[in-house]
């Protein structure tokens, strides 16, 4: 009875213990099918998320891609838009310049009509040698104008001085002339020596003569030159030419007069 009894618990032990075995076998099986699954889900939910990594680096570039694009393209136009600017300016000045040629083209027009005026019958490809010419005869006739003017002042200068020495000629021969009115003493040259520029006079001291009398040589009324006494007698004397007194190109000679230069020497 005990040895069925305990066999029984042992049955029973056996078979509980062989549900508890294949239950727990199953909870076994059912945490790996629940693992394989979760590890299945986290790889595809690995797989979305690296799709979606991939996904936003591919839009964060095309992002900045565009933004580029974008810079580029406002840069270009704020170019386009400078560059336009510009050529307006360009071409507001290239207007303003074809402006002004057209406003220099008419006053070309009207000289060359007024050239055509000036020379009749003269081709235009000729009026620059014309006016060359007529250029050098103008040139021609100031420099002549100039000479002229030069001559002028010249003769005018050289006439100012022929007065003023003529004056002083004047007023010396009249002052000679007035000593010759009031000279009483007049003598006669009797010998002359041209070498050595001395001559003798025939009037000595007692014609009034001192070794300080200086005398004129005369011929005709006309001054030849004058004379230093040298050597006095009583009734001759001898006197030399004073350097640089006598004319040029005269000779004296006999017979030549001579008077005091001063009357009041004696």
């Known amino acids: 009875m005990k040895e069925t009894l305990t066999y029984s618990l042992a049955i029973v032990a056996i078979a509980v213990s062989g549900f508890l075995g294949w239950n727990a076998k199953e909870k076994y099986e059912a945490k790996v099918k ?60 290239v207007s303003s310049n074809l402006e002004v040629a057209a406003a220099e083209k008419k006053k070309i027009d009207a000289s060359m009509e007024a050239l055509r005026g000036k020379f009749p019958g003269i081709e235009l490809g000729e009026v620059p040698r014309v006016v060359k010419e007529l250029e050098a005869s103008q040139k021609k006739l100031v420099g002549e ?12 200068e050289d006439i100012a001085k022929n007065l003023a020495e003529s004056s002083r000629i004047a007023e010396k021969n009249l002052q000679s002339i007035k000593r010759v009115e009031g000279n009483t003493f007049q ?24 070794g300080s ?3 004129l040589i005369q011929r005709d009324g006309r001054l030849l030159g004058k004379l230093l006494i040298s050597k006095l007698e009583p009734n001759t004397a001898v006197a030399d030419v004073e350097p640089g007194s006598l004319r040029n190109g005269v000779a004296l000679q006999a017979g030549d007069q001579v008077i005091l230069e001063s009357v009041s020497a004696n």
């Open 34 to 93: 629940d693992r394989i699954e979760l590890q299945g889900q986290n790889k595809n939910l690995t797989a979305s998320i690296s799709k979606e990594e991939t996904n936003r680096d591919t839009a964060t570039e095309a992002k900045d891609l565009a933004l580029d694009e974008a810079s580029k393209a406002k840069a270009e136009l704020e170019a386009a838009k400078g560059s336009g600017a510009e050529k307006a300016k360009t071409l507001e000045s």
């Open 145 to 156: 104008e100039e000479d002229a003017s030069l001559v002028k002042k010249r003769l005018e």
């Open 187 to 210: 003598a006669t040259i009797v010998a002359v020596d041209n070498d050595w520029n001395f001559v003798v006079i025939g009037a000595g001291e007692k014609s009034g003569l001192t």
């Open 213 to 215: 009398s200086k005398l």
